[in-house]
């Protein structure tokens, strides 16, 4: 039935616990500013790099139909041109007038036919032009990027190894220690740490003030704040205090 009963931890076990996962999640914060833009720029240039690859394939869409409208037109010019041979052969072998003028009417028609598709051809052809010359500069613009694309790779996979075996053993000492804080305190550490823009949710009394918004702490309340009895909290910013001996302490213990 029954789960093992974890010994309840003192106040001032916990706020050590508190203040060492501050530390190390610090630490953490300090690694992958290392990384600076770099994770962001990556992939911000690899959005751009897709971009213009759907954008190459919308063109190379684009040119195959271009070539297709050509296609079809120039085969209706030989229609039309083997039509109109038709027609004058049989005009040499019709038996009145009104035959002949019906044959001439529809080799009229047809050599219209014939310049309407020229001049299709020849939009289709510029258009087609057009496309092939933006086709040129997107391929041109896809290997400039791609090249960028692996330099900012190669920087990042650079940092990221040179960093990787001290944050994967600062996350797992980072995890270890949340599992010996209770969950409402851990849930708050998280809340407040999220919230300051230099991720401290801990720290120390430092010349009577508090370590992460400066405002002066009374000398009743940095009493308090020594004996470690209870958890207390800046009245201005929110974060956790703890007094600069704690702090000193656990700094030599790293």
């Not at 010359?133 to 997107?138: E, G, I, L, P, R």
Request: proline content about 1%; overall charge negative.
């Amino acid at each position: 039935m029954a789960k093992k009963e974890e010994k309840e931890l003192t106040v001032e076990e916990k706020l050590k616990a508190l203040y060492e996962l501050q530390q190390v999640d610090s630490k953490i914060d300090e690694l992958r500013i290392l990384a600076g833009e770099l994770p962001q720029e990556v992939k911000d240039m690899g959005d751009e790099l897709e971009g213009l690859k759907t954008r190459l394939t919308n063109i190379e869409n684009e040119i195959k139909e271009l070539e297709t409208h050509i296609s079809d037109h120039r085969v209706r010019i030989e229609n039309a041109n083997a039509s109109i041979s038709r027609y004058k052969e049989q005009q040499d072998n019709v038996r009145n007038n009104r035959e002949y003028d019906n044959l001439s009417k529809e080799i009229e028609y047809q050599t219209l036919d014939i310049e309407l598709s020229q001049k299709k051809i020849r939009n289709y052809t510029s258009d087609l032009e057009a496309r092939q010359a933006d086709k040129q500069k997107t391929v041109a613009e896809i290997e400039e990027k791609t090249v960028d694309l692996n330099q900012k790779k190669n920087e990042l996979d650079t940092i990221l190894q040179e960093t990787k075996a001290e944050t994967e053993a600062l996350m797992l000492r980072s995890a270890d220690l949340e599992k010996h804080i209770d969950e409402r305190l851990l849930t708050a550490f998280k809340r407040i740490r999220k919230n300051a823009h230099n991720g401290l949710a801990v720290v120390k009394v430092e010349r009577d003030s508090c370590g992460g918004c400066h405002s002066k702490i009374p000398a009743q309340r940095q009493l308090d704040i020594k004996q470690r009895k209870k958890i207390i909290v800046c009245e201005f910013c929110g974060r956790i205090l703890v007094d600069p001996e704690m702090g000193e302490k656990e700094k030599k213990r790293k």
